[in-house]
Structures are given as C-alpha cells and as structure tokens.
C-alpha cells in the first residue's frame, strides 16, 4: 500500500509565477490536509478537504492560495504571484474516514521562490 | 489562543539510555494527541497517538503518557538508538480535523 505520494518534490519558481503542489492520499484515504512548514519552525495547518469539499480552510491565507481535491484525481494546492515568503515545506497528510483518524504524511513539496 | 509547545529544544543522550521529551498543550478541550518523528528532508512520520480517555499508551519501545490535569504529554523512548535521531513534534487536535503542532524537540543520540 503506497503511502501518500506528493510531487513534485522540488520546485522553484521566481516571484509572481505560480506553483502548483499536487497529493495523492493513501489508497482508501478520503480525507486530505495540507500543512506548510517554514525553516526551524513546527507544523501550521493550511486547509482541510474531502472529495469535492473544503471542510475547513482556517489557516489558508486569504489571497493567492486555493486548494481542491476533485472526484477524480490529487489534491492540488495552488499558489498564484508567489512571493518569497511563501519559499517553504508544504506537507500534505491523509486519513481513513473521520477527522479523529491518524494522518499519514507525505514526504512534502519543498518550494523556492526566487 | 490554543498553542502546543515543548519544554526543550535540544536533548541529547547516550545510546542505550532511555529518552523523554515533553511537551505542553494549552487547550483543554483537545481529545486527541499524536508524536511524529521528522527526519532532515523528510515528512514527519506517525510515532503513537493517544485519546483524552487515556493517560499512557504503549508500542514498540515508544510510550506516550497524557496528563490531562497538567495538560502535559510526554514521550519516552527506551534503548535510543542512532536511528532516533530527528526531530520530534508533538501535535494535538480538538475534533476539527485539523492538528496544532509544538515546535519541535531536536533528538541526538551520541554512540
């Protein structure tokens, strides 16, 4: 059973391009999360989402970030006119069924913006 | 405000010694707490978790230990070994889905 798979691994963009960060939870997993972790710092939740639903999108900054997680397909969370604070680890974690089930984490998208 | 913070940020120990790393919530309502284990360049990786119904739990050489009076939570990890080596955040969350993380506590373990 692959775990949860995130790419690109890398990714390097110059300011006021956009990044796109995709995620495929773990097989059977319904429940996707995205965290962004800056240098020396703890985990901060970004958004939460189920198939076709944003369930909680509390820590998404209000412009420029979207996420989605449609019928078909990764989750993606995208990032328009990046600037360089959003040069960061961006993790994206799944769980089985409900909100209180482990979350399983990727191995992260690490993105540079120049 | 809610905040998970951890009591130390470096610990060092021998190999073969057991090791502890604390860690304290604020929010009382959290039910729910979980250690990763972050190794450089990687994703953090699911240690043990523990419910509010419980005060410890137990796998392979790991305990978690929940004090809901103190609001502290502790992991032990006995016979460190090199491998352990990494970062450790402790994370809690309150029916909501979403986790609230601690800062981490770097683990070094000397041979």
């Known amino acids: 059973n692959a775990g949860v798979m995130q790419n690109p691994?890398?990714?390097?963009?110059?300011?006021?391009?956009?990044?796109?960060?995709?995620?495929?939870?773990?097989?059977?997993?319904?429940h996707v999360y995205w965290y962004r972790q800056l240098p020396e710092e703890g985990l901060k939740f970004m958004v939460y989402l189920q198939k076709e639903n944003i369930i909680d999108e509390s820590g998404m900054p209000k412009e420029r970030f979207s996420a989605e997680f449609p019928k078909e397909g990764p989750s993606i969370l995208r990032i328009q006119q990046v600037v360089r604070g959003d040069s960061a680890a961006y993790f994206c974690a799944s769980s089985e069924r409900t909100e209180q089930e482990t979350q399983y984490f990727g191995p992260g998208t690490r993105l540079l913006v120049l | 405000?809610?905040?998970?913070?951890?009591?130390?940020?470096?610990?060092?120990?021998?190999?073969?010694?057991?090791?502890?790393?604390?860690?304290?919530?604020?929010?009382?309502?959290?039910?729910?707490?979980?250690?990763?284990?972050?190794?450089?360049?990687?994703?953090?990786?699911?240690?043990?978790?523990?419910?509010?119904?419980?005060?410890?739990?137990?796998?392979?050489?790991v305990?978690?230990?929940?004090?809901?009076?103190?609001?502290?939570?502790?992991?032990?990890?006995?016979?460190?070994?090199?491998?352990?080596?990494?970062?450790?955040?402790?994370?809690?969350?309150?029916?909501?889905?979403?986790?609230?993380?601690?800062?981490?506590?770097?683990?070094?373990?000397?041979?």
């Not at chain 1, 691994?9 to 319904?30: D, F, I, N, T």
């Not at chain 2, 070994?81 to 993380?101: H, M, T």
């Open chain 2, 63 to 111: 305990t978690v230990l929940l004090n809901k009076t103190v609001k502290h939570l502790s992991l032990q990890i006995a016979a460190t070994q090199p491998g352990d080596s990494a970062v450790y955040f402790c994370a809690e969350s309150n029916q909501g889905g979403k986790l609230i993380f601690g800062q981490g506590t770097e683990l070094s373990v000397k041979p």
């Open chain 2, 1 to 61: 405000g809610e905040s998970v913070g951890l009591h130390l940020p470096t610990l060092s120990v021998q190999e073969g010694d057991n090791s502890i790393i604390n860690c304290a919530y604020s929010n009382s309502a959290s039910d729910y707490f979980i250690w990763y284990k972050q190794e450089s360049g990687k994703g953090p990786q699911f240690i043990i978790d523990i419910r509010s119904n419980m005060d410890k739990r137990q796998g392979q050489r």
């Open chain 1, 9 to 30: 691994r890398h990714l390097v963009r110059r300011r006021g391009q956009e990044a796109r960060l995709r995620c495929s939870p773990m097989k059977g997993h319904s």
